[in-house]
Every structure is written in structure tokens, then in C-alpha cells.
């Protein structure tokens, strides 16, 4: 059965009724449930009166179906190993998501955070240490901070793990994109 008649009937909407919504004809609908293509305006019509977006109507997944979570898992935590060694908890989940060819949404919130996280991390230690020079001796604030922000790093890979693996998407992100 074709899937603009699925949809139509679903939504319990005759050709007539739907032509009057769409701005389409009866007759290129009718052509439509009998396998031709849409393209163009007629698809732009139909998946805004059926409220769908376009590849629902032609039947093809979406980019967020073709995800490969397990992949995208393995992204976060490659971070995890190199969290003392800022450079390389970017690059080598970047390194992974070229070449696995993981360019989504998702992949790239995690390594967003990851630079945001050794940017953040290095003028928070920068001000610990002016801090520490001027009113404090010895480098404990300065080993404190380190930790933390290790400890807080690490628990937002975590997190963020175990939010892929049960909702498929992230709990800790960002409201933009570094990359």
C-alpha cells in the first residue's frame, strides 16, 4: 500500500478532502497512491497538510533512525582515558568520528563539550593560580582544581553514556555547536 495512502486514510481524509487542504489536484494525488513520486511544491503541499515531514511521506528513514548509538557511545567514552591529557580527550574522539563517518548532532555536542570542558579548564586554572600566588602558598588549590575538574569531567562522560544508551541522547549538551 502506498504511504500517502496510509497517511490519508489514517487521518481519515478522502483524495477530495485532501486535495482542498493540500492546494493539489485530485488527479495528481490520485497519480501519488498509485507510485508516483512527489516532488517539489506537490511534496512541499502534501507533508504540510498531512503535517509530516518529507521523508515520511516518501517512505524513507530519518537521519536520527540510521544513528548507530553503540558507535556514538564509543565516541563519548574514548574521552574518558585521556581526561588528564586535555588534547587528546578532543582528538581522539574527533579521530573516531571521521572515521567511522559519525557526523550527526550528537557526536558533535560530545566533542563540543570536550573542548568547552579544556577551554573552561584552562582559565578557571589560570585564575586558581593567580589566586593561589597572591593570597595563598603552596599548589593544594591549585591540585584540588585539577581534580575537580577531572572528577567533573568524567562524570559528565558517564552521564552522558548512560543517557545514549537509555534515550538515545544526551543528558549534559550544550545549546550550540563548537563544531
Known amino acids: 500500500m502506498n504511504k500517502l495512502l496510509r497517511l490519508r486514510e489514517k487521518l481519515n481524509l478522502t483524495q477530495e478532502e485532501l486535495a482542498e487542504k493540500s492546494g493539489i489536484s485530485v ?3 490520485q497519480r501519488i497512491e498509485a507510485g508516483t ?6 511534496l512541499k503541499a502534501l507533508t504540510k497538510a498531512l503535517d509530516i515531514n518529507e521523508n515520511e511521506l516518501l517512505g524513507k528513514k530519518s537521519e536520527i ?12 567514552i574514548s574521552s574518558l582515558p585521556f ?17 567511522k563517518k559519525q557526523f550527526n548532532p550528537i557526536t558533535k555536542q560530545i566533542i ?3 573542548i568547552l570542558w579544556v577551554l573552561l579548564s584552562v582559565i578557571f586554572f589560570l ?8 593570597f595563598f602558598s603552596g599548589n593544594k588549590i591549585n591540585l584540588a582544581f585539577m581534580l575537580l575538574a577531572i572528577l567533573t569531567n568524567i562524570l559528565i562522560i558517564l552521564r552522558n553514556t548512560a543517557e545514549i544508551d537509555k534515550n538515545q541522547k544526551l543528558y549534559i ?7
Do not use: C, D
Open 27 to 29: 488527479r495528481t494525488i
Open 37 to 42: 513520486i512527489p516532488k517539489g511544491h506537490t
Open 65 to 76: 533512525n540510521k544513528l548507530n548509538y553503540s558507535l556514538i557511545k564509543v565516541i563519548n
Open 83 to 99: 581526561v588528564i591529557v586535555p588534547p587528546a580527550n578532543i582528538f581522539i574522539p574527533l579521530i573516531i568520528m571521521l572515521l
Open 112 to 114: 563540543s563539550l570536550q
Open 127 to 134: 585564575i586558581v593560580s593567580i589566586v593561589e600566588k597572591w
Open 173 to 179: 549538551k550544550l545549546n550550540f555547536s563548537i563544531i
